[in-house]
């Protein structure tokens, strides 16, 4: 059974950085693209970075230039990077992954807090 973990969250001043990961277990599983995604306490869930199969990156407007998606195949690990963080920035992140499997994971959300 997959499972995703997800870790790196915390409290953090404004102008912090933090790194979230995604670890997804199973001998046999592996990732073949993957997104993080966050909501906040009175917000919809809104997709926040993507990468693709190709490894190609997206993201939405409001983090681009200070957030970063990544993988590590080797581990079966993606990684955000987030940079230059906001108050705004403040909210569950979660991850979400497309197995090579064709099945969609999500991870158990990790809480992001950015203070002023």
């Known amino acids: 059974q997959v499972q995703l973990v997800e870790s790196g969250g915390g409290l953090v001043q404004a102008g912090g950085s933090l790194r979230l990961s995604c670890a997804a277990s199973?001998?046999?599983?592996?990732?073949?693209?993957a997104d993080w995604y966050r909501q906040g306490p009175e917000t919809p869930r809104e997709i926040v970075a993507t990468?693709?199969?190709?490894?190609?990156?997206f993201y939405t407007n409001s983090v681009k230039g200070r957030f970063t998606i990544s993988r590590d195949s080797s581990k079966n690990t993606v990684y955000l990077q987030m940079n230059s963080l906001k108050p705004e920035d403040t909210s569950v992140y979660y991850c979400?992954?497309?197995?090579?499997?064709?099945?969609?994971?999500w991870g158990q959300g990790t809480q992001v807090t950015v203070s002023s």
């Open positions: 199973g001998s046999t599983f592996s990732i073949a693209a």
């Open positions: 979400k992954v497309l197995g090579r499997d064709s099945r969609i994971y």
């Open positions: 990468i693709s199969r190709s490894s190609d990156t």
